[in-house]
């Protein structure tokens, strides 16, 4: 079985920043892309950052410049760096991982449980 786990999020004022991260826990083979969604209130769940196995990264244009995403591999984790964070940044947070778990032999995509994030003064 395997796992996602987030943590860090919280209330926060603008122009703050926020750390979080996401570990995996199970029996993994290899772990593929690392992504970071977000869901604002009333809205769909959008693609925030990736970050590929060869640390390729790509972010949304709304967060481009004050989001930063990094993954530890040996921790099988990856971390969002929220900087400069605004309103409209608000959202419960989710992380996906495309894993390869020892079970199988095809990749499967692997959800964590979501962490608000709260931007208000």
């Known amino acids: 079985q395997v796992q996602l786990v987030e943590s860090g999020g919280g209330l926060v004022q603008p122009g703050g920043s926020l750390r979080l991260s996401c570990a995996a826990h199970?029996?993994?083979?290899?772990?593929?892309?690392m992504i970071w969604y977000r869901q604002g209130p009333g809205k769909l769940r959008v693609l925030v950052a990736t970050?590929?196995?060869?640390?390729?990264?790509n972010y949304a244009d709304s967060v481009k410049g004050r989001f930063f995403i990094s993954r530890d591999n040996a921790k099988n984790t990856v971390y969002l760096q929220m900087n400069s964070l605004k309103l409209e940044d608000t959202a419960v947070y989710y992380c996906?991982?495309?894993?390869?778990?020892?079970?199988?032999?095809?990749?499967?995509?692997?959800w964590g449980q979501g962490t608000q994030v709260t931007v208000s003064s």
């Open positions: 996906k991982f495309q894993i390869i778990p020892f079970s199988r032999i095809s990749v499967g995509d692997y």
């Open positions: 199970g029996s993994i083979l290899s772990i593929l892309a």
């Open positions: 970050i590929t196995s060869g640390a390729s990264t």
